[in-house]
């Protein structure tokens, strides 16, 4: 009978088949490692380099939540086709992670990812052509597929440069860009809006990313993975890492903590402008304030997880998820719009606890064979709440004749989910099943 994969950084004791327990052999005799040479300059050029990525990436991504109010009223969509349109990236999204992140452990991070970011530009410049809900739907799909495989590739890029004790904190700041491409995506998409139209905005959006896409050929270094020479672990497939209690429980806290997250900013700027009466103009600018926050909080978690986090991921994931839970509650009470404003803040600041924390999993956790299939096993997850969040509220608004407190409520169950598992997370019986 084979035996189960094991490695030593993931679960210290494992039994035997006499019913003794040993010690798993130490982190550093646990499989080849994939880390590659970069020089301290190099190292500074990548990390701006995915950034920059990452930035597009999410202006890309975030334009959309703008740009759905005027397209709503171009092409006729009522909240449930304008949830439809805002899901169908998440669907396609979180199926490539899987895929993507096995290719990058198995054949090395550049390529993956530059074609990530190549094929992601070519769709978005092609939604600027959209012409009906139906081309909406397909092509914010197409883009699902090309930039479903950035987020684990880019893991392994991580893993790639930077030991594992130093892995938090780039990890931070790169995922933080989700909230700078936010906050750009948000304010430069809905002044561009205003003065030349959503399609031409997409278009200048794809054109850079092609150019990114050049530039990132250049900075990534092949993998030593791709070396004959280098003697490749057994690695687990999907299933086995699905079986995993450390990574099906982190992909489920990542799927309760994106159902609130995702669903919250994709709808954030159409109730500032249909419920608060906000002009549109105001209410990209105002979505921004949030992401700039967020992605300072962001780099203080990884801070934090690198120097303070061993043995205490739990009480980030938990910390993080009950501040989501009772800032979203009182968002739902506000009246004034200041106090709106500051509580989504505080609600997405939470969010990147559990955010940084979740990716920094992998990173900490697995050896680094295995970094971009289990990060592409936690962000599916997420990406799967993603896919079904927007869909059900704008069915819940459109049932509720307008109003947006079903469709937070149910935003506020979806935290109340994220503290539950959260609290029993633990990186005991980690072993490969």
């Known amino acids: 009978m084979n035996e189960p994969y094991q490695d030593a950084s993931m679960s210290t004791l494992h039994a035997r088949p006499d019913g003794q327990t040993a010690r798993e052999p130490s982190a550093s005799v646990s499989g080849p490692a994939v880390t590659t040479h970069y020089s301290g300059t190099r190292k500074v050029v990548l990390l701006i380099?995915?950034?920059?990525?990452?930035?597009?990436?999410?202006?890309?991504?975030?334009?959309?939540?703008?740009?759905?109010?005027?397209?709503?009223?171009?092409?006729?969509?009522?909240?449930?086709?304008?949830?439809?349109?805002?899901?169908?990236?998440?669907?396609?999204?979180?199926?490539?992670?899987?895929?993507?992140?096995?290719?990058?452990?198995?054949?090395?991070?550049?390529?993956?990812?530059?074609?990530?970011?190549?094929?992601?530009?070519?769709f978005t410049s092609l939604t600027g052509f959209?012409?009906?809900?139906?081309?909406?739907?397909?092509?914010?799909?197409?883009f699902g597929i090309g930039e479903g495989g950035f987020s684990p590739s880019s893991s392994v890029t991580i893993a790639e440069a930077f030991p594992?004790?130093?892995?938090?904190?780039?990890?931070?700041?790169?995922?933080?860009?989700t909230f700078i491409g936010s906050a750009i995506g948000s304010g430069w998409i809905a002044s561009m809006i205003h003065t030349h139209g959503w399609r031409f905005a997409y278009h200048v959006l794809g054109g850079a990313g092609i150019v990114m896409a050049v530039i990132l050929w250049f900075v990534i270094k092949d993998s030593p993975l791709q070396d004959p020479s280098v003697k490749k672990a057994a690695r687990p497939g999907l299933k086995a890492l699905f079986r995993t209690p450390i990574l099906r429980r982190t992909a489920l806290i990542f799927f309760f903590a994106n159902m609130l997250n995702v669903g919250l900013?994709?709808?954030?700027?159409?109730?500032?402008?249909?419920?608060?009466?906000?002009?549109?103009?105001?209410?990209?600018?105002?979505?921004?304030?949030?992401?700039?926050?967020?992605f300072i909080s962001l780099n203080v978690v990884g801070w934090l997880l690198d120097r303070y986090g061993e043995k205490r991921e739990r009480l980030f994931l938990a910390g993080?998820?009950?501040?989501?839970?009772?800032?979203m509650a009182l968002m739902v009470i506000s009246s004034e719009l200041w106090v709106l404003m500051t509580f989504w803040t505080l609600c997405m600041m939470s969010f990147t606890f559990v955010y940084g924390t979740v990716f920094a999993i992998p990173l900490k956790h697995l050896p680094d064979s295995l970094i971009g299939t289990a990060a592409g096993v936690v962000n599916f997850g997420g990406q799967l709440a993603s896919a079904i969040s927007p869909t059900v509220m704008g069915f819940l608004i459109v049932h509720a004749a307008g109003s947006f407190v079903p469709a937070f409520l149910?935003?506020?169950?979806?935290?109340?989910?994220?503290?539950l598992v959260s609290i029993t997370w633990t990186n005991r019986g980690s072993q490969m099943a």
């Open 49 to 122: 380099a995915l950034l920059a990525a990452w930035v597009l990436a999410n202006a890309d991504r975030i334009a959309m939540t703008i740009s759905i109010i005027p397209m709503r009223t171009e092409f006729s969509l009522d909240a449930r086709e304008a949830g439809l349109v805002l899901s169908s990236f998440h669907v396609t999204y979180a199926l490539t992670n899987l895929a993507a992140g096995w290719m990058a452990d198995k054949f090395g991070s550049r390529r993956v990812l530059v074609f990530c970011v190549a094929s992601w530009s070519l």
């Open 410 to 419: 149910f935003l506020i169950a979806a935290g109340v989910c994220c503290f």
């Open 164 to 177: 594992k004790e130093r892995r938090a904190r780039p990890k931070s700041l790169i995922i933080g860009a």
């Open 320 to 327: 993080g998820a009950f501040s989501m839970m009772v800032f």
């Open 265 to 294: 900013i994709s709808w954030m700027p159409t109730y500032l402008v249909q419920t608060k009466q906000v002009h549109l103009l105001t209410a990209g600018v105002a979505a921004s304030l949030p992401f700039v926050f967020s």
């Open 130 to 142: 959209a012409w009906s809900l139906a081309s909406l739907v397909a092509i914010r799909g197409l």
